[in-house]
């Protein structure tokens, strides 16, 4: 009896070979999902970085702005930001001295984007 159960070949013949085809698929799926997720930080950390560029920008026009009080009307105009992808600024100085600086860049493969931001230059009166 013993000597049968030793012949007798048994219906796992492949199974091996399935769960390691199974294995190598779900270790493929979790690689490409990591480099998708490494394409995607890399996204993110350009556009916090162009924020952080065109905030930097205002905030130097509105400085040398606060230091030429008496002249803010010159400051109003669109110049080139070669900081930033496409960037410009744009300077507008209503009444009271308020003063809007807003700056525009777009990088390629990427929807257009502004930051803006204003202030009182001086004496508001």
């Known amino acids: ?15 091996v ?10 270790f493929s799926m979790g690689l ?11 996204k993110n950390s350009s556009d916090a970085k162009f924020r952080s560029e065109a905030s930097f920008i205002a905030q130097e026009y509105l400085g040398r702005m606060w230091l030429d009080a008496t002249n803010v009307g010159n400051f109003a105009k669109t110049t080139d ?3 930033l992808p496409n960037g410009t ?3 507008a100085v ?6 809007t600086v807003t700056v525009e860049w777009k ?4 929807d257009k984007h502004q930051y803006v931001t204003s202030a009182y230059i001086g004496n508001a009166y």
């Open 107 to 110: 990088a390629p493969g990427m």
């Open 89 to 91: 600024v744009t300077v």
């Open 94 to 99: 209503g009444p009271r001295r308020f003063a």
């Open 17 to 26: 070979m399935l769960e390691a085809l199974v294995a190598v698929m779900i």
């Open 1 to 15: 009896m013993n000597m049968q159960k030793c012949t007798r070949k048994t219906n796992q013949s492949g199974s």
């Open 32 to 42: 490409l999902a990591l480099v998708g997720l490494q394409g995607a930080m890399i």
């Open 81 to 83: 930001a070669p900081q």
